[in-house]
């Protein structure tokens, strides 16, 4: 079942970094960012991660935890997260089951042949576990400036 805007999460379960396990039931109370990105340990995965990690204060300040999820192992994560001093947790998603929920999974062209690969995409789930907002096929550019916008006004309703 894929998520959908304005509703609840369906369950699911994922492993991640720090022996942590992710559900939507357990972070119940906080705003959770699930970021999607292709790979670690890539250049515009890496920018990516160092702007989550620059702003992560600010995001926590706002009542949110971050989480990144891509296909790579927990061993590539734990070497990724410790190289970028990376203070938030990342899922291993490696049967790809929280990517194909999230509908993230999209055929590219690399060197000229096609590959399935991650689009980098954020969700925004509210302190009941409920959808808010989704960017999809985004530039890293000025996102993570963008999601923590979003976060701050779920915190404080106009």
């Known amino acids: 079942?894929?998520?959908?805007?304005?509703?609840?999460l369906p369950d699911l379960?994922?492993?991640?970094?720090?022996?942590i396990k992710f559900t939507p039931q357990a972070f119940l109370g906080k705003t959770v960012v699930l970021?999607?990105?292709?790979?670690?340990?890539?250049p515009g995965c890496t920018t990516e991660a160092m702007q989550f990690r620059d702003h992560h204060k600010e995001f926590t300040n706002a009542g949110a935890v971050v989480f990144g999820v891509s296909r790579d192992n927990m061993a590539s994560h734990d070497k990724f997260k410790q190289n970028l001093e990376l203070p938030f947790e990342l899922i291993a998603d490696t049967e790809e089951k929280l990517c194909h929920m999230f509908g993230v999974?999209?055929?590219?062209?690399?060197?000229?042949?096609?590959?399935?690969?991650?689009?980098?995409?954020?969700?925004?789930?509210?302190?009941?576990?409920?959808?808010?907002a989704e960017w999809r096929g985004l530039k890293v550019a000025g996102h993570v400036e963008e999601v923590l916008k979003a976060v701050?006004?779920?915190?404080?309703p106009a």
């Open 152 to 156: 701050q006004e779920l915190k404080s």
């Open 13 to 19: 379960e994922a492993n991640a970094t720090g022996g």
């Open 1 to 8: 079942m894929t998520p959908a805007l304005n509703k609840s």
């Open 35 to 42: 970021y999607f990105y292709p790979k670690d340990n890539t």
């Open 105 to 132: 999974v999209k055929n590219k062209i690399m060197y000229g042949k096609k590959v399935k690969g991650i689009e980098r995409s954020t969700f925004l789930i509210d302190t009941e576990g409920v959808l808010r």
